[in-house]
């Protein structure tokens, strides 16, 4: 067993490109991912990291570099956060159409405007529908692990989807905790060479990628190929999941169940904060208040079933979106509540807006939304969304709003 | 689980040292987790760091509410309304704080009480033994270690962990002997236990959020030139000082200064405004006839 070292997020996310053995690496830097790619340029220069390591001019280049690199056979990764993800979104689509697998991670960064650094998931959920599978990763070991498994999964011939690795800002990226790598031989193991049956263009070898179709049947006919893709994955996943505990001891399914079998009340988080979501669960349960918490893992595809079937029959579920779709409300709320809509057990369900811009969600805000379940399940009827603010936090932006200039009603 | 939470200024070392004092426990055998926080990266700036020892695996993230220990590295942190370095500390905490005062100088801090407040002047520990400000990370990362009860031994690698990649074998020689001398002077203070009970959670008012015209609700700013209101002259570690005799009035200074802080007087000699010159010294590298000298700022 290897030793624990303590790793940042973004180092833990270098580890992983280093550890699955990266062809080439196409990079553009943007806070907080930059030490992501400052990391690998280092072991490149320094022929720790056989890839090719290759700056870009933009995210829009950078991603159709590394969609490229793939379309010719090389194994790439590269990593981008926010609105450099947003500004080569375009290119998800595109490349995902390709069907190349490669691993991008994003480190989450909330969007302009205003503008800011710090986490929230409106950046990866804008990717939501670009055919990439996602990922999203609550701690820095999660991380290394879920690009290793990430390249397993992208790389099934029964696949062959790339995938959205994401990590928080700060939260994650800026943040040491204990790590375990494992050796690159029994990631070598895991994770054998990747050998392309259908994208390989070289130059002996010439053929054409993503070309354009007309009259929608064919068009058709791609697009619910990428549908199936995403189907098989559910399965291929936990396939990939027993093996890579069997070999390195983390067992990672699709949704992450936390003192859950007893609990009448559930939150469901994503991420980072959904550790704080656990210690609160903790807190909770020494105080004999009977809580669980459902961590949302792989979002694409999005797992329908084991949601269902961890939620029904609760008492009272609240369903954290640490995001905002203005005009409706949290993103994944409606994803759960669709999943959930068959079942004739389904819980009452909260919706709650939280750890935006890197907001924390304090004790007193978990114990105001417990409160809100308890009132749901006793019959209430539907609360929200709610948005959390606290009277401190208002009365903190009252003076900055003051500060620019603002007149301010009493 | 122990929180300590570190307050500095950008170039103090603050996120360094949060980083040492993890990596020394993590040495001795402790879970770890530490983190930064910091705006756009400026120098002088405030900024905070975090590191949680604790026997089982961490689920806090983020912010440090309730401090066992907070670590100031600069006095003038205590008056800044973007620092607020006691925020949240009560009767069990602890303040280790960077100043050429003594302790039972300081005005009372919070509700910390006047026997867990420890006061030495790192920063003149720090230019002794390293001729560099910026080991203030060692200093305090380890007076910071003794204070949690880690022995030197501990320290020291927390130390050889986080400056071994970025130092010449001489400048990690001479930190190894700054982080001797500071965990000596750290030596008799009592060690800080962690609490044996969870605080309840304090309850929060949510407050909903009512619609505001957009004169209030866009992100924009309508008092302009408020900028001076912000002083920034606390930034400083050193302070530029002229030398008239040795001035020739060619006012490379005043073009060169970014933040417009240098002014001529009316026989066109560069004055300072020390209200708002934070410290970063391009007038002093700059001048051609060397009339400026840096002076470390006295607190």
Known sequence: ?410 | MLRIRFHGRGGQGMKTASRILGSAGFHAGWIVQDSPVYGAERRGAPMSAFTRLAREPIRERGVIASPDLVVIADETLLADLAAQPLLGCDTRSTVLMNTRKQSAELSPLGAVSREAIFAADFTALALETTQSLASLSVALGVAAARLLGLSLSEALAGVTDELSPHLSAERQAKNVALAQVAYARAEGWPIIQERQTTDSPTLVTLVEVAFDPPTVAAPSIYAISNSPERKTGNWRQFRPVLHAELCTRCWICFVRCPEAAIALDAHDYPVVDYDQCKGCLLCVHECPTHAFTAEQEVR
Not at chain 1, 41 to 65: C, I, K, N, Y
Not at chain 1, 228 to 254: C, K, M, V
Not at chain 1, 267 to 296: D, E, I, Y
């Open chain 1, 1 to 410: 067993m290897t030793a624990q070292q303590l790793l940042t997020g973004n180092a833990a996310a270098a580890w992983g490109a280093r550890l699955a053995d990266a062809d080439y690496i196409p990079a553009f830097p943007i806070t907080p991912q930059t030490e992501i790619i400052e990391l690998l340029a280092q072991w490149s220069a320094h022929g720790e990291v056989p890839a090719r390591f290759v700056t870009l001019d933009s995210e829009h280049s950078m991603l159709t570099a590394a969609g490229a690199a793939a379309a010719a056979g090389a194994r790439v990764f590269t990593a981008t956060s926010s609105q450099g993800l947003l500004y080569g979104c375009e290119v998800l689509y595109t490349i995902a159409g390709w069907r190349v697998p490669l691993v991008l991670v994003n480190v989450s960064r909330a969007l302009a405007s205003p503008i800011t650094l710090e986490a929230d998931h409106n950046d990866i959920l804008a990717a939501r529908d670009t055919g990439f599978l996602q990922i999203h990763a609550e701690t820095c070991q999660e991380i290394v692990d879920s690009i290793l498994m990430g390249y397993r999964l992208a790389e099934d011939e029964q696949v062959m989807v790339p995938v959205l690795v994401n990590l928080d800002g700060f939260t994650l990226s800026f943040t040491r905790e204990p790590v375990t790598l494992p050796s690159p031989a029994a990631v070598a193991e895991f994770l054998p060479a990747y050998h392309p049956r259908h994208a390989y263009i070289r130059g002996d070898k010439p053929m054409a990628q993503g070309t354009a179709v007309l009259g929608g049947a064919p068009y058709s006919y791609f697009r619910y190929q990428q549908q199936r893709a995403q189907d098989n994955a559910l399965t291929i996943h936990q396939t990939i999941a027993e093996e890579f505990a069997l070999r390195f001891g983390r067992r990672y399914d699709l949704v992450e169940s936390f003192q859950l079998d007893d609990a009448d009340y559930v939150l469901v988080m994503s991420n980072a904060f959904a550790s704080k979501g656990k210690a609160m669960v903790q807190w909770w349960r020494t105080q004999g208040r009977k809580v669980g918490l459902l961590r949302l893992r792989v979002v694409r595809p999005f797992p329908g079933a084991a949601i269902a079937a961890a939620l029904v029959g609760r008492k009272a579920v609240a369903v954290f979106d640490q995001n905002i779709a203005p005009g409706s409300g949290g993103i994944l709320y409606p994803e759960i509540a669709a999943a959930l809509y068959h079942e004739p057990r389904r819980p009452p369900l909260l919706s709650v807006i939280g750890g935006l811009g890197g907001k924390d969600i304090s004790a007193g805000e978990f114990e105001a939304v417990f409160q809100h379940l308890e009132r749901i399940a006793s019959g209430t009827t539907v609360i929200g969304p709610l948005l959390l603010y606290t009277q401190q936090e208002r009365d903190r932006v009252r003076t900055l709003l003051q500060i620019a200039g603002k007149e301010l009603s009493a």
